[in-house]
């Protein structure tokens, strides 16, 4: 494992062994240890380096900071590296703070979710009262037009008798 790894820790795993947390890593080197896994961040395209122990979690990408989830190489059995009952505490720990960090973002979204519903309802009553109020005013218009129209023939037609009798 590179030991100068400064990176953000995956996600899941902040108090796990130095060589885990260290493990994450934007990479930057030439110097990446065959057994970690190298992927690329698939909302942003940067490239991503974490030991082969974080196969499987979902890390927040240093670049873009979007949730991914760490591939699992072809071939690969997650029973090949269990932690240590110790480090799986811990990560259980971890796991428990995601969840509630999740529950929180669904809480917020749903809520988010539930306000834009509400605005869409006023906006569609609105328009449609709108649309109710064009109608009125198209009707009122054809009324208009036509009462121009008769006022317009009347007055020809006015005009017409005082020309004969003038």
Request: hydrophobic share 35%; with cysteine.
């Amino acid at each position: 494992m590179n030991e100068e790894n400064t990176s953000a820790n995956p996600i899941g795993t902040p108090d796990a062994a130095p060589d885990v947390v260290a493990a994450f890593e934007e990479i930057d080197t030439d110097q990446i240890p065959s057994t970690d896994i190298v992927f690329e961040c698939p909302y942003c395209g940067k490239s991503l380096s974490i030991d082969q122990r974080g196969a499987g979690l979902v890390i927040e990408c240093t670049t873009c900071h979007q949730l991914v989830t760490v591939p699992i190489p072809e071939g690969m059995v997650l029973s090949d590296i269990d932690l240590p009952p110790e480090e799986q505490e811990t990560q259980l720990s971890n796991m428990r703070v995601m969840l509630s960090k999740a529950q929180d973002s669904i809480a917020q979204l749903t809520a988010e979710n539930q306000e834009l519903r509400e605005k869409v309802e006023t906006m569609s009553k609105a328009m449609v009262a709108r649309a109710h109020r064009l109608t009125e005013l198209r009707t009122m218009y054809s009324a208009l037009a036509k009462s121009q129209e008769e006022a317009t023939d009347s007055l020809s037609r006015l005009r017409r008798f005082l020309d004969e009798n003038s």
